[in-house]
């Protein structure tokens, strides 16, 4: 059992335990330093920091791609965010100014409670918030007088592949969504990989997470996971290429930001508990007839999530298999990630 809660925990960077530190504390501490992000930025795009509010109130923070030469016609728009645990410095953002390069405008943004966003406390993630979070970015895109608010669409990484499909499901005025190395966030945290999880162990992990609401109110504030994802030191070459994968970019000059939860910080304990019981997939036929395009490694631990998807939804849909490609190889590999695909599949359908 506690094999099985440790290799969820290492993933989503939660631990069970009733250890707590002072992470998050570092993380915000970290706010202030010169930026950095793990990209060049195109000499051909121009990024700009902006801020919005969804429509809870709290404020996100975002960077907003546009090409330079952008002319006096209207554009076609894209949200993006992801992957879950990261910031919009990271693999966002190098989507974001890609896609821009391409004609379009792109806002990568941090979810709330993460990164330069609001929301206290930190560190803690809704299935729920985050959905409403890709539609808030919509809201802004489409406030810009340079933005054609009836072409827009959103390109979700990872975790935020399945916030993508829900908030698309929901936001009819996402014209097209697109997804890369997309996990269910939900199903994943509720069953374990594959679905591993029994009902017992189910059961023993949510009495586990209620005992640990009654140890936050009495100190008054939530508790976070005494660690995340491991340090590339202390990898011994024998954990699952998906742990060896993510430590690779996260913990490494490559892919690491000092506000990024998975290179620098850890969720709040409970964080699993909202996720435990929102299927964020229900409503995935409701996006049809809008178009949905689903990309994932040929050797990505987490292909069958996009798998999956693409049974479930309604048509139309394609499923691009990138041969040999890993899992975070779709997080900044520029050679890997079809660009020249997303590029068509948005134009075609953002129009």
Request: hydrophobic share 35%; net charge negative.
């Amino acid at each position: 059992m506690r094999t099985l809660i440790l290799a969820i925990a290492t993933l989503l960077c939660v631990s069970y335990s009733n250890g707590q530190n002072n992470t998050i504390k570092k993380t915000e501490n970290m706010y202030q330093e010169t930026e950095h992000y793990t990209f060049e930025l195109s000499e051909n795009v121009t990024r700009e920091k902006v801020t919005f509010k969804n429509r809870y109130g709290i404020t996100l923070t975002g960077d907003l791609y546009s090409p330079k030469n952008k002319g006096n016609e209207k554009l076609p728009a894209l949200a993006t965010s992801g992957p879950y645990g990261a910031v919009k410095e990271q693999s966002s953002g190098l989507y974001a100014n890609q896609l821009a390069q391409r004609g379009f405008v792109v806002v990568a943004f941090d979810p709330s409670f993460t990164g330069e966003s609001g929301g206290k406390p930190r560190n803690v993630a809704s299935p729920e918030i985050f959905t409403e979070d890709l539609s808030a970015a919509i809201d802004f895109l489409g406030t810009l007088s340079y933005v054609d608010r009836n072409r827009v669409g959103i390109m979700g990484i990872c975790g935020f592949g399945g916030f993508a499909l829900n908030a698309a499901a929901v936001d009819k005025r996402v014209k097209a969504v697109a997804v890369a190395s997309m996990y269910d966030m939900s199903r994943v945290t509720a069953k374990g990989y594959f679905d591993s999880v029994t009902p017992e162990q189910r059961t023993q992990m949510l009495e586990q997470l209620s005992q640990q609401r009654w140890a936050d109110a009495e100190n008054g504030e939530p508790a976070y996971s005494p660690a995340g994802l491991p340090s590339a030191d202390q990898l011994t070459g024998e954990e699952p290429e998906f742990v060896q994968g993510y430590v690779s970019y996260y913990k490494t000059e490559r892919g690491f930001h000092p506000r990024s939860i998975n290179s620098n910080g850890s969720w709040t304990m409970t964080t699993p508990i909202s996720l435990m019981n929102m299927p964020i997939m229900t409503y995935i036929e409701e996006i049809s007839p809008r178009p949905i395009l689903v990309i994932a490694g040929e050797n990505a631990h987490s292909r069958y999530f996009s798998e999956d998807a693409i049974k479930a939804a309604a048509e139309p849909k394609e499923l691009m298999i990138i041969p040999n490609a890993v899992h975070t190889d779709l997080y900044d590999k520029i050679d890997v990630i079809p660009f020249a695909k997303l590029e068509v599949f948005f134009k075609e359908n953002l129009k």
